[in-house]
């Protein structure tokens, strides 16, 4: 395991990797043969220095804000590294943002000056441009193409500092020098899932200490792929995670991921819950595609894997302990997974070799593990990869916290939590009506282990507030404590456990309070529902809008080509039935008022910057909104 540098600042942290790992490979851009060509840390550190040379050269100011819009390519670390050194702040966005969405941003941010991905972003923001005066340098990032008049090119300005330097210009590594722990590092937007977007301000010291605290296992001949958006908080520290402990970062994307595990062959990567979940359709489609025989080998081995692992986790105490078992319970648990373990045992050893071990090879050949966040991963595909042998080490956090307050380690993984605290975090579970701090509480029972509420978080990982925008912040931040708006619990194994969102909370005529996740999560373990959101707020039964599986029906001999077919099909329709009263069941462990009364199949499936955010979270109220007049047709019809 490598020791993390020890910085106060990122311009210090970049400094201090090309000292310290000099020639080793940083970051990487993929050719379009597939190829990898990387950039050195010592590499990447001086064009950051040219870079920050130039633009203070054409007057950037220190801490002024900069704006980036671009997706994950080697150009964007590199202008991050040069505008940090610049000692200014970077206002990042992808290129999906919208036209209205760059008008606020820029404005609200004060930027001046623009990093710009390619000549099709350019086109966007040109089109509003009349709109953002404030907005008066554009730098091109594409290296391959010829700015238009008037726009500056990266490359030129990395030249133009390079020569600057030559000459004797030291005025970056002065103002790199003059950066301090509490200057503000980046303004990041929230996604917008509910109104208008925040500038999240994060410092140096925020990120610091999640780099400085990590509690896993990295090494410097780790390979990492990047491919979730780079400006949203949860890649970016993964990526200063990677300098700080002297990874290679791969930039990889969906189009070309299949290709890059295998040529790369990473041992880490980041990553959202959809891909693990589209991995493990794309599997069990496979299997049953194969032969009788090829379906019966895989069954056996994932039953003898499944059942190995699990008494592995329970001798280890990493078995979800949510209500502190008895004695007696723990003596029946024992007998129940030394029995299964001693039954299975070889059985898993000769079929892990056998069949599992290729499974393994569609994330190349080292994997060591992922670490999944952004949204809660479906439980039957946490096991399943887990069980299987690739680790995923799932995390917890916020934008507002920089974003990770917990996450699994590879020695303390307890599947359906999100993992122990992250180094100098600490949390509270507060009652949602009373306020009451219900953990720690020394007068619970398990000093208040178990108990479910809202989670409150502090640590050196908490913003410092939204930018220019006190109403907001105020809401949020009080003594210290960020309000996560999540719901959650700690459970006896001293892990953290998500359970919700309060804003995510429906509640029904009656009262009831129902979090919508688990029964989604529920439905969309069917092979024949892609995507679903519960609906029922002050109606007197949930609902459900669905998003059908089409290709599934397909496979499974049914004549549908669209959801209008599915929906003249009576037999196709019979099944979804089948399968929502299957899964969201009193056997399934749902109350009552947690079953789906009425359900909606929708025309297309939810899509990325559309209903889902970035880490493809449902935007709630933007899919209300878009189908409301169906949701109203669904409890006017249940009514009449």
Known sequence: MSKPLSVKTLAELYRCAADHYGERPAFARRNPDGSYSPITFRGLYETGLNLATALIERGLEAREHVGILSDNRLEWIMADCGVLLAGAANVPRASDITEDEIVYI??????????????AVFKKFEACQARIPSVKNIILMDMAVTPPAGIWHLEEL?????????????????????????????????????????????????????????????RETDKALSILPIWHSYERIFAMVAIGHGCCTYYTSIRTLADDLKSVQPTLMASAPRLWESLYEKIISRV?????????????????????????????????????RTLRESLTLAVFHLLNFL?????????????LAKLRQVVGGNFRGT?????????????????????????????????????????????????????????????????????????????????????????????????????????????????????????????????????????????????????ENKLCESDYILQCMVIGQDEKHLGALLVPHIETFKKNGYNIGSIADLEENPEAMRVLQSEIRRLVSAQQGFKPFERIAVWRNLPKPFDLGDE??????????????????????????QDS
């Open 343 to 355: 039954l299975y045992f070889i059985p898993y050893r000769i079929l892990d070799a056998l069949v």
């Open 106 to 119: 820029m404005q609200h941010a004060d930027v001046r000056t623009l990093f710009i991905e390619n000549l």
């Open 288 to 324: 049953k595609q194969g032969s009788i025989i090829s379906r019966s080998l895989f069954h056996v081995a994932y039953k003898s894997a499944r059942a190995v692992h699990r008494a592995k986790y329970f001798f280890r105490g990493q078995t979800l302990d949510q209500t502190r």
């Open 371 to 519: 670490i999944s966040g952004g949204g809660a991963l479906p439980p039957h595909v946490d096991e399943f990869f887990n069980f299987i042998g690739i680790p995923v080490l799932e995390g917890y956090g916020l934008t507002e916290s920089s974003p990770v307050l917990a996450v699994r380690t590879w020695k303390n993984l307890v599947i359906g939590t999100v993992g122990p605290l992250y180094p100098e975090t600490e949390i509270r579970i507060v009652d949602l009506d009373s306020g009451e701090i219900l953990y720690p509480n020394k007068k619970k029972r398990g000093n208040g282990r178990g108990l479910r509420g809202e989670i409150h978080a502090k640590g050196p990982q908490v913003m410092r507030g939204y930018y220019k925008n006190e109403t907001s912040t105020n809401a949020v931040l009080k003594d210290g404590w960020l309000k996560t708006g999540d719901i959650g619990m700690m459970t006896f194994n001293d892990c953290l456990k998500i359970l919700g969102r309060s804003k995510d909370t429906i509640v029904l005529l009656s009262g009831e309070n129902v979090e919508p996740l688990p029964i």
């Open 158 to 218: 990395i030249q133009q500092g390079a020569r600057l330097r030559l000459a004797g210009d030291r005025r970056a590594e002065a103002r790199a020098d003059a950066v301090q722990p509490e200057d503000l590092f980046t303004l990041i937007y929230t996604s917008g899932t509910t109104g208008i977007p925040k500038g999240v301000q994060l410092s140096h010291a925020n990120m610091c200490s999640q780099v400085r605290n990590l509690p896993l296992d990295l």
């Open 612 to 637: 889902l955010t970035a880490t493809y979270k449902l935007k709630r109220h933007v899919i209300t909104e878009k189908y409301g007049s169906l949701i109203k047709a669904v409890y006017a019809h």
